[in-house]
């Protein structure tokens, strides 16, 4: 089912309305989203088939190479910093929103975590929840448990 997501920057000058099929909800504690987020982890939300508009403003992208050599296309508002998008370098078919930009970020329940090998110790995870020290062979378990949430 393709759904509307709206969201917006910290300033306010990128505005983006993406549509497309949501995937998974996941949460990464490595320590390149600690740092990204200036925070204990990071969040992705990750929509198949998007379609991305902006109804204001423009990004401003940086490439990440990744340890595995695949590139990484970090998106992110100009003015104010906020990262938005993050897609692999030549892959259109899935968009990873960061979540906390959208416009309405209740229930925004990650169904996973990853890279707990280097999560910070005060944070627990729910008994039950999907969880892998590193990067997962596979998201099929998280795509999976997104889609048979209640
Ligand atoms: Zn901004
Ligand atoms: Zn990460």
Redesign the pocket.
């Known amino acids: 089912m393709r759904q509307v997501f709206e969201g917006h ?6 505005v983006y309305r993406v549509t497309g099929v949501a995937a998974t909800l996941f949460a990464c504690h490595c320590t390149e989203c600690q740092r990204q987020s200036s925070s204990a982890f990071g969040m992705a939300l990750w929509v198949k088939e998007p379609v991305v508009e902006l109804a204001s403003g423009a990004v401003k992208e940086w490439i990440r190479t990744m340890p595995s050599g695949r590139k990484m296309s970090c998106q992110f ?1 100009p ?2 910093g ?1 990262r938005l998008f993050h897609t692999t370098v030549g892959q259109t078919q899935l968009l990873s929103i960061k979540p906390g930009t959208l416009r309405d970020t209740r229930g925004l329940k990650p169904v996973g975590h990853i890279w707990v090998g280097s999560k910070q110790t005060w944070f627990d995870i729910e008994d039950g929840t999907l969880q892998y020290p590193g990067n997962p062979e596979s998201f099929d378990d998280l795509m999976r448990a997104w889609s048979e949430r209640p």
């Open positions: 920057c910290q300033c306010g000058a990128v508002c003015d104010c906020t």
